[in-house]
């Protein structure tokens, strides 16, 4: 079984910044791309970046030059560093994965989610 644990959403104010944390665990064999949507209230989950086993990364237009999406392989775990943060960034956020199991096939996983609230 595979489980993506998410952590550090919180209450912060306009212009400012958290970061994000999203480890995988159980047996993993390897992980391909992994990534970080969100779902505003009221409104369908988004992407917001994704990143490649190689580090090439995506970026949705709206947090590009704000959002920094990063990995450590060595601990299945990646980041999404959030800065300059607006109210319009409010939302459930949810890490991704693309990950093989041993004698499984390729799937893809979610996390539970973490709330990202931006208010003053």
């Known amino acids: 079984q595979v489980q993506l644990v998410e952590s550090g959403g919180g209450l912060v104010q306009p212009g400012g910044s958290l970061r994000l944390s999203c480890a995988a665990s159980?047996?993993?064999?390897?992980?391909?791309?992994m990534g970080w949507y969100r779902q505003p209230p009221g409104k369908q989950r988004e992407l917001v970046a994704t990143?490649?086993?190689?580090?090439?990364?995506n970026y949705a237009d709206s947090v590009k030059g704000r959002f920094t999406i990063s990995r450590d392989n060595a601990k299945n775990t990646v980041y999404l560093q959030t800065n300059s943060l607006r109210p319009e960034d409010t939302a459930v956020y949810y890490c991704?994965?693309?990950?093989?199991?041993?004698?499984?096939?390729?799937?893809?996983?979610w996390g539970h989610g973490t709330q990202v609230t931006v208010s003053s």
């Open positions: 990143i490649t086993s190689a580090g090439t990364t």
């Open positions: 991704n994965a693309i990950i093989t199991q041993y004698a499984r096939p390729r799937s893809e996983y």
């Open positions: 159980g047996s993993i064999f390897a992980i391909y791309a």
